[in-house]
Each structure stands twice: as structure tokens, then as C-alpha cells.
């Protein structure tokens, strides 16, 4: 399939929120042509991804599992994959999908544009396994966090911290530290047994 480059005074023009033609992204397609037809091709990048977040725990816990029960172990690990494919790559079509409608709809590039298609586009995460989808989830807030932090910041709305990175660390592992002693149960059973090896049992 034909991967179109968008030139630089293009890029300038998507960037500085004025109304552009479609033409711009997908020349010769419509919006909906583009979707289905970059499909395979998101699901094969987003297959090379997720194939380490996959198979590296995979290999590391699951070898007892999977020498006693081969084929479920291997059925279950590879739909969780697929799973994991499905949700980013619908992710990220749902996402641009949203861009070319929203700014036809609105006639101009503005902030909800984006907003509202992260926000359409998150429902996706409905694809992914629970223990996955909680997962992205811790992931993702710290980064949200961060990006509100960086924001204030930069309006000077908040002071900088000197090392508020390590303070935030210490509060984090103490609060991980305490349900490991106290509450086991309450950790991933993959992350019980990382900070049983570091730890130890006390």
C-alpha cells in the first residue's frame, strides 16, 4: 500500500489549526477508504509492539503452565496478543478517523478535536483483556500527572521541585512495599513474584 508523505507546508498548515482539505492526508481516498485499507497495515506494526510486552513475561512465568498445558496456555497467551493488537490499532484509527470528520464537521482544527477523539478512542481499551486494560490505565495517569505538571510549570503556575521525581518514587515504592508485606494478594501475582526476588520474604 502507498504511504503517502505530507510535505512540510502542509504539516505547517495541519499544525496551526487552520481547515485543510483531506486531500492533504489521503489523496484519491475517502475518509473511510483510508481506515479500512491502513488497517492490516497499523495491525502488522502494532503486532511487532506488542509481541516483547508479550512474550517476554510470557516466557518468564508461564513455563510452568505451559509444560503442563501447552495448548490452552499457548491459546490464551495468543488471544491476549491479538487482543493487544486490536486495541491499539482501533485506537489509532478511531483516532484519525475522528480528525478528518470533526474538522469537516467544525470547519476549523481546534481543541476539542483532539480531545474528543482521545476520548472516543479510549472506548477501545473495551478490546483488551481486564488485567491488561487496568494495566494501561495505571500506566497512562502517571503520564497524565506529568503532562498537567509540565503544563502548570510552563505557565508558571507551580513551582519546579529540585528531585520531585525521586520524591514522588519514594512515596510510590513505599505504598507498593506495604501492600507487599501487608496485603499481598492486592499486588499482580507477576509483580509479587519481580519484588519477591528483590525484596525477599521479611
Same mark, same amino acid.
Given at each position: ?9 502542509? $504539516? &505547517? /498548515? ?6 485543510f #482539505?483531506?486531500?492533504? =492526508?489521503?489523496p484519491?481516498? @475517502?475518509?473511510e477508504?483510508?481506515i ?7 495491525m502488522?506494526s ?5 509481541l ?6 510470557f ?5 510452568? $503452565? &505451559? /509444560? ?6 499457548? #491459546?490464551?497467551?495468543l =488471544?491476549?496478543?491479538?487482543k @493487544? ?12 478517523y475522528?480528525w ?6 467544525l470547519?476549523k482544527v481546534d ?17 483488551? #483483556?481486564n488485567?491488561r486494560a487496568?494495566e494501561i ?7 497524565f500527572c506529568?503532562?498537567?505538571v ?8 507551580m ?11 519514594s ?18 501475582s507477576t509483580?509479587?513474584?519481580?519484588f ?7
Amino acid at each position: 500500500m502507498k504511504n503517502y508523505v505530507i510535505s512540510a507546508a502542509d $504539516q &505547517l /498548515i495541519i499544525q496551526s489549526g487552520t481547515p485543510f #482539505s483531506c486531500e492533504i =492526508v489521503h489523496p484519491g481516498q @475517502s475518509c473511510e477508504m483510508n481506515i479500512l485499507l491502513n488497517l492490516p497495515r497499523i495491525m502488522k506494526s502494532n503486532a511487532k509492539v506488542y509481541l516483547p510486552v508479550h512474550l517476554i513475561p510470557f516466557l518468564l512465568y508461564k513455563r510452568k $503452565q &505451559l /509444560i503442563k498445558n501447552p495448548i490452552s496456555t499457548i #491459546s490464551r497467551a495468543l =488471544v491476549s496478543y491479538f487482543k @493487544s493488537i486490536c486495541f491499539l490499532s482501533f485506537m489509532v484509527q478511531i483516532l484519525r478517523y475522528n480528525w478528518c470528520k470533526q474538522k469537516n464537521l467544525l470547519k476549523k482544527v481546534d481543541p476539542f478535536v483532539p480531545s474528543s477523539g482521545g476520548f472516543i478512542s479510549s472506548f477501545a481499551l473495551l478490546l483488551e #483483556s481486564n488485567t491488561r486494560a487496568m494495566e494501561i490505565c495505571l500506566s497512562i495517569v502517571p503520564r497524565f500527572c506529568e503532562t498537567v505538571v509540565n503544563l502548570l510549570k510552563s505557565r508558571g503556575k507551580m513551582i519546579n521541585i529540585p528531585h520531585g521525581d525521586v520524591i514522588v518514587f519514594s512515596f510510590v515504592i513505599a505504598i507498593i512495599h506495604y501492600y507487599y508485606q501487608h496485603d499481598p494478594k492486592s499486588l499482580k501475582s507477576t509483580y509479587y513474584k519481580v519484588f519477591e526476588k528483590i525484596w525477599g520474604i521479611n
